[in-house]
C-alpha cells in the first residue's frame, strides 16, 4: 500500500503541473473577456489536489523531505489564493509569480517520484 500511495503522490503532484498550466490558459480567457469564474473554480480544486497531495506524503514516503515539501506545497497555494483577494495591486500581482513557484515544486515533486526512477544513493551507504 506504501509503494501505491508513494506512486500516486508523485502521479498526483504531476498532474498538478499540468493542471497549472491550465490554470494560466483559464486566467488567460478571464483577461481577454471570458470571466474569471474557471479560474476560480479550477483553483480551488487544485487547492484540494494539493491537500490531497500532503496526505499521502503522509501515508506513502513518509520522509520528513516529502512531507516538508507538500506541506509547503499547501502553504503556498494558500497564499497563492489569498493574495487574489488583496486590494494592493502590487501585492495581488505576486498572485501569478508565486503561481510558478507552485508549478516549480509540484513538478520537483512528481519527478522525483516518478515510476521506474532509482533512489538516491545516500553517502552513508556508499
Not at 56 to 76: E, F, K
Request: avoid cysteine.
Amino acid at each position: 500500500m506504501r509503494t501505491g500511495a508513494t506512486t500516486l503522490y508523485g502521479a498526483l503532484a504531476l498532474l498538478l503541473l499540468v493542471g497549472g498550466v491550465v490554470q494560466f490558459f483559464f486566467a488567460g480567457l478571464g483577461a481577454f473577456g471570458e470571466g474569471f469564474d474557471t479560474h476560480k473554480s479550477f483553483g480551488w480544486i487544485l487547492h484540494t489536489l494539493a491537500l490531497v497531495i500532503f496526505l499521502l506524503a503522509l501515508i506513502g514516503p513518509r520522509t520528513g523531505r516529502d512531507i516538508g515539501m507538500a506541506a509547503a506545497l499547501v502553504v503556498l497555494m494558500t497564499v497563492q489564493i489569498m493574495l487574489s483577494n488583496v486590494d494592493t495591486a502590487a501585492v495581488a500581482a505576486l498572485h501569478p509569480v508565486l503561481a510558478l513557484f507552485v508549478l516549480g515544486l509540484a513538478s520537483h515533486i512528481g519527478m522525483s517520484h516518478r515510476p521506474g526512477r532509482q533512489a538516491p544513493v545516500s553517502p552513508a551507504s556508499s
